[in-house]
T-cell receptor, first 115, second 111 residues
């Protein structure tokens, strides 16, 4: 089945540092999405990428959809304490009926920010 | 607009009982997805439903699990005769087209 390899598994950084994490797959996806999950909560959508090569920013977050459609990265610039959480990448293919298919998730990157 | 709503947030069941998890999608969303998350893991797809139709149930265990999304009312994920291995967080997501938005989850504990 489809699998996503997300790395690193965890990161410990100082406030103000930049962060980078990535996902790779042997399968092609139509869409890559990045989510953040806080303890006891559901994942919150951060960025959605639809086109191969697309580079998208959302505030201090920047994500890119790999040209081969098999990988994506997420960068966080100038980290702050509230960036703490688990970040998940998710790949998606579209159905022939329209609408989105299931999401395939990576195992997550746990980010710790030291003040 | 209210986001995706799930209830209950926490559910404790004894082995052999039934668990019913409810999900109300975002207003205007007609697609509902259920995922399961074990500790320290990513989310795993279970089932994709549109109103009154199951589109993809390839991630659902063949026995004891069922899901529905009736014309009126919330989507229901039903687990019969729960076992300890069913303990997990269950998340519902809804979408209009492509982006899926998640609810806060139901944490099921089987004792």
């Amino acid at each position: 089945g489809q699998q996503l390899n997300q790395s690193p598994q965890s990161m410990f950084i100082q406030e103000g540092e930049d962060v980078s994490m990535n996902c790779t797959s042997s399968s092609i996806f139509n869409t890559w999405l990045w989510y953040k999950q806080d303890p006891g909560e559901g994942p919150v959508l951060l960025i959605a990428l639809y086109k191969a090569g697309e580079l998208t920013s959302n505030g201090r977050l920047t994500a890119q959809f790999g040209i081969t459609r098999k990988d994506s990265f997420l960068n966080i610039s100038a980290s702050i304490p509230s960036d703490v959480g688990i970040y998940f990448c998710a790949g998606q293919v579209f159905t022939s009926q329209g609408g989105s298919e299931k999401l395939v998730f990576g195992k997550g990157t746990k980010l710790t920010v030291n003040p | 607009n209210a986001g995706v709503m799930q209830n209950p947030r926490h559910l404790v069941r004894r082995r052999g009982q039934e668990a019913r998890l409810r999900c109300s999608p975002m207003k205007g969303h007609s697609h509902v997805y259920w995922y399961r998350q074990l500790p320290e893991e990513g989310l795993k797809f279970m089932v994709y439903l549109q109103k009154e139709n199951i589109i993809d149930e390839s991630g659902m265990p063949k026995e004891r699990f069922s899901a529905e999304f009736p014309k009126e009312g919330p989507s229901i994920l039903r687990i019969q005769q729960v076992v300890r291995g069913d303990s997990a967080a269950y998340f519902c997501a809804s979408s209009l087209n492509y982006e899926q938005y998640f609810g806060p989850g139901t944490r099921l504990t089987v004792t």
